[in-house]
């Protein structure tokens, strides 16, 4: 998926697509976030997790019940950031 992103970042419906990605992720890192100062950060981070979190999956060895595990505790500790 990330190698596609790069690859394919410049066409449009790509960059539609990851819009509006990021437009339901911001739409719930608005609600948990405190500091209202901090919500573009938070929105970007919490993507970047997630497509980060994916590239993880598909890269793996571990078993899919590890990976779950992995993505619980990784949404934990971004969370707790906002």
Do not use: H, W
Not at 10 to 31: H, K, P, S, T
Not at 32 to 49: A, C, G, H, W
Not at 65 to 78: A, T
């Amino acid at each position: 998926m990330v190698a596609g992103i790069v690859e394919f970042g410049e066409n449009q419906q790509v960059r539609a697509a990851l819009n509006d990605l990021r437009d339901m992720f911001g739409q719930y890192i608005e609600q948990v976030t405190t500091d209202p100062s901090q919500l573009e950060i938070n929105k970007r981070l919490y993507f970047e997790m997630c497509i980060g979190n994916i590239a993880l999956f598909n890269t793996s060895t571990f078993p899919v019940d590890k990976g779950v595990q992995i993505l619980q505790q990784n949404l934990k500790r971004v969370l707790e950031l906002f």
